[in-house]
T-cell receptor, first 116, second 110 residues
Framework: DAGVTQSPTHLIKTRGQHVTLRCSPISGHKSVSWYQQVLGQGPQFIFQYYEKEERGRGNFPDRFSARQFPNYSSELNVNALLLGDSALYLC???????????????FGDGTRLSIL | GNSVTQMEGPVTLSEEAFLTINCTYTATGYPSLFWYVQYPGEGLQLLLKATKADDKGSNKGFEATYRKETTSFHLEKGSVQVSDSAVYFCALSRDDKIIFGKGTRLHILP
């Protein structure tokens, strides 16, 4: 079975632009979460979606938004890009939401976003 | 708020040495605890987990015990191999969020 897939693999944007990152979860997984991993740091939680509804939000500005589609795939959108948004963006999926406590997440390989 | 603190790296050991990577957490209630590993050039993989106090997670020779009295989840392995070289992340899951530590880079010398 395919794992979590993310696209694109790499992306270069300039300040002020908008970006959309895409994630397809493992088949049967209904929860998708997004993370930002700055070089040398641990992943920072951005959003969790479950059954197309937002279930959790990290400490990120409103420039960051996301949605989940009926097939459980997800998009992360970032507006008005800043240099500090340069990072690896990770998507993870699990069968059930994080609040059920026991769900390990399966991660994709990420999208590396560079802001010039 | 909830947080995870793990020992800073890099940690360099010789093959067959004993490994401990310390992890402590701050959280309300009873979070679930995880160790993830990121091998060079690869994505994050779940290494082991524990969901309640005194649980011991184990996988690939690694172990960690959920200690509520000391709010710790230290990662241990009795005899490391060169192939264990990677970055290790401690994490907790609570209230629809998962929080990661900053990661510890491990180098194993042959």
């Amino acid at each position: 079975d395919a794992g979590v897939t993310q696209s694109p693999t790499h992306l270069i944007k300039t300040r002020g632009q908008h970006v959309t990152l895409r994630c397809s979860p493992i088949s049967g997984h209904k929860s998708v979460s997004w993370y930002q991993q700055v070089l040398g740091q641990g992943p920072q939680f951005i959003f969790q979606y479950y059954e197309k509804e937002e279930r959790g939000r990290g400490n990120f500005p409103d420039r960051f938004s996301a949605r989940q589609f009926p097939n459980y795939s997800s998009e992360l959108n970032v507006n008005a890009l800043l240099l500090g948004d340069s990072a690896l963006y990770l998507c993870a999926s699990s069968p059930r939401p994080l609040d059920r406590g026991t769900q390990p997440q399966h991660f994709g390989d990420g999208t590396r976003l560079s802001i010039l | 708020g909830n947080s995870v603190t793990q020992m800073e790296g890099p940690v360099t050991l010789s093959e067959e040495a004993f490994l401990t990577i310390n992890c402590t957490y701050t959280a309300t209630g009873y979070p679930s605890l995880f160790w993830y590993v990121q091998y060079p050039g690869e994505g994050l993989q779940l290494l082991l987990k524990a969901t309640k106090a005194d649980d011991k997670g184990s996988n690939k020779g690694f172990e960690a015990t959920y200690r509520k009295e000391t709010t710790s989840f230290h990662l241990e392995k009795g005899s490391v191999q060169v192939s264990d070289s990677a970055v290790y992340f401690c994490a907790l899951s609570r209230d629809d969020k998962i929080i990661f530590g900053k990661g510890t880079r491990l180098h194993i010398l042959p």
